[in-house]
């Protein structure tokens, strides 16, 4: 009998209960600490990413307490099918859009904890086999095309936004244009002179 009513029984699967559904828990926190979490991003760009993810968000990017614009590394992409022309090109088109997003990001005139601007591009090699370009008797280790690009009446616009809204610190890294650098050439050349003139004495 038991053999019979083994064979008579159905082969039954069981189906696993339905997961439960995905909870959302990090937009249940407040902005406060939603803003903690953003200042952790490295760049601006970052936080601009995270804050499209939920609508929720989105009004975060202009009140985050911490913005960092880099321009990054300036190195030639080796072995590529991008000549140094169109990768210049490229780069200098890029410093633009980066210097428009901090005009536009420095317009919501809202308080910032940290706010960080490098436009002088960062040289990728440990090693500094790039050529350096020379600029005054400084050296760069990548062409600077967007030195134009940074007037002294957008810089004093930001200079007058670190005096007003930023509570901690502020940086801001330019590149020297030729004109810029001869004349800072010029000035330390006669102070050097000065101090020797001082020292005959």
């Known amino acids: ?33 939603l803003l903690h979490i953003l200042g952790f991003l490295p760049s601006a760009r970052d936080v601009a ?9 989105r009004h975060l990017f202009g009140i985050a307490p911490r913005l960092r614009f880099d321009v990054g590394p300036g190195s030639f992409a080796e ?9 210049g090109a490229r780069c200098h088109d890029a410093a633009r859009r980066l210097i428009a997003g901090v005009d536009a990001c420095l317009a919501a005139d809202v308080d910032v904890d940290v706010l960080e601007i490098f436009l002088v591009y ?9 050529k350096r370009v020379a600029v005054g008797k400084r050296f760069y280790f990548h062409d600077h095309r ?13 200079l007058r936004f670190a005096e007003r809204h930023v509570k901690g610190s502020f940086v801001l890294e330019l590149p020297l244009n030729a004109a810029a650098a001869a004349k800072l050439d010029r000035e330390e050349a006669a102070a050097a002179e000065e101090e020797d003139q001082a020292d005959l004495l």
């Open 49 to 57: 990413r995270a804050t499209v993810l939920s609508r929720r968000w």
């Open 122 to 130: 960062t040289d990728k090699s440990k090693h500094g086999l790039y």
């Open 146 to 158: 967007h030195e134009a690009d940074v007037t002294p009446s957008l810089v004093g616009s930001w």
């Open 79 to 87: 072995g590529g099918d991008e000549d140094e022309e169109e990768h």
């Open 1 to 33: 009998m038991n053999d019979t009513t083994n064979s008579k029984k159905m082969n039954v699967t069981t189906i696993p209960a339905a997961a439960p559904a995905a909870v959302d828990l990090i937009s249940e926190l407040d902005d406060d600490v």
